[in-house]
Structures are given as structure tokens and as C-alpha cells.
């Protein structure tokens, strides 16, 4: 038997999606509307302990972390606005725009408010049924800065409702 007190396991994802934002109050620059080439890595442990892995020696497949996490990402995320909801100006703008895709979040959204998004809300509900749990997500804003989120609670009261984007555009079937 392995001994969780010697070797802990987890792996790493990096996954990459790109979004606007704009920060509100923010006494600068990014208080304009503006992207970012985002990146995130997402790291996650077995859900019993550090030491589990399955009978090929996996805590889970690389590729299904890849799946569920982007394929959240690219619905919600990727190539659309993320507005804090008491930013009604900058709301108000982006429903002006044909054809549009926004995220309303529940906090400014900042790399830590949207690294802590993703490990409270997305990550226990997309990955929960693996039998993993995400414990750290860093989300890397340009190659030099990156803000990170680490769970150091019990995982078991998270999963909260997720939102998802808004997609008003008439140029495809909806
Ligand atoms: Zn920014």
C-alpha cells in the first residue's frame, strides 16, 4: 500500500481559450473593454485521497479533464464578454452588439475571481462524476501574471449553480 504520507498524486491540465472583460471601478486601463489569450491550469486529485489510481495507474485520463473542461470553456467562455452583473453598463453595451456573447459573474472578473469560479463552481460539476477533485486553478492572464485558487475546505458543499452564456446570434441555428 502506498503511504499518502511519503507521495501525494494530482495532475496538471492546461487548457487555453480567449475572452474580453473589462474591470468595473478599476481606477486604470482596464477599465476599458479589452481581451485576453487566456490560459488555465487546472489541477486535480482523486477524490478518495493523493495515493489512488486506477488498474492502468491513472488518477483519471488526461483527455477527459481536456473534454469537459474545454468543452465548458468554449460554451461559456471563448470568444465572449465576461461582465460582472452590477456592471449594468457594461451590460447594457453588450446587448447593443449583433450578434453577441456574453457571461454575467457574480464578481468582477478578475484572474482570481475567475480562477475561483472554476474551482468552486465549474470544476465540481463538470468533473464530479470522474471521481476527481480539482484543487488548484491558476488562470494565467499574459505569459508573466497568473492568479490562482486553491481549495482548502471540504470539497462536498461546492458545486453551485453554473451560469452560461448568453449567445444571441441569428446567423446560425440556435
Ligand atoms: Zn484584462
Known amino acids: 500500500m502506498h503511504d499518502p504520507a511519503i507521495t501525494q498524486l494530482s ?5 487555453k481559450f480567449c475572452a474580453g472583460h473589462r474591470l468595473y471601478r478599476h481606477e486604470s486601463k482596464c477599465a476599458f473593454f479589452h481581451g485576453h489569450n487566456y490560459r488555465v491550469d487546472i489541477e486535480v486529485v482523486a477524490a478518495g485521497g493523493g495515493v489512488e489510481v486506477d488498474s492502468v495507474g491513472r488518477i483519471v485520463d488526461f483527455s477527459l479533464i481536456k473534454q469537459r473542461m474545454l468543452s465548458w470553456l468554449d460554451a461559456n467562455w471563448d470568444h465572449a ?16 452588439v449583433e450578434p453577441t456573447k456574453y457571461f454575467v459573474m457574480p464578481s468582477n472578473p478578475t484572474a482570481e475571481n475567475m480562477a475561483r469560479y472554476l474551482l468552486e ?23 508573466e501574471s497568473c ?8 470539497a462536498g458543499g461546492l458545486g453551485l449553480a453554473v451560469a452560461s452564456a448568453v449567445l444571441i ?4 441555428d440556435r
Open 121 to 143: 463552481v465549474v470544476a465540481p460539476g463538470v468533473l464530479g462524476d470522474l471521481g476527481v477533485v480539482a484543487r488548484k486553478v491558476a488562470v494565467w492572464e499574459t505569459d
Open 11 to 15: 495532475l496538471i491540465r492546461q487548457l
Open 147 to 154: 492568479a490562482v485558487a486553491t481549495l482548502t475546505g471540504d
Open 81 to 96: 464578454f465576461l461582465i460582472f452583473e452590477e456592471d449594468a453598463n457594461a451590460l447594457a453595451a453588450i446587448r447593443m
Open 169 to 172: 446570434d441569428d446567423r446560425y
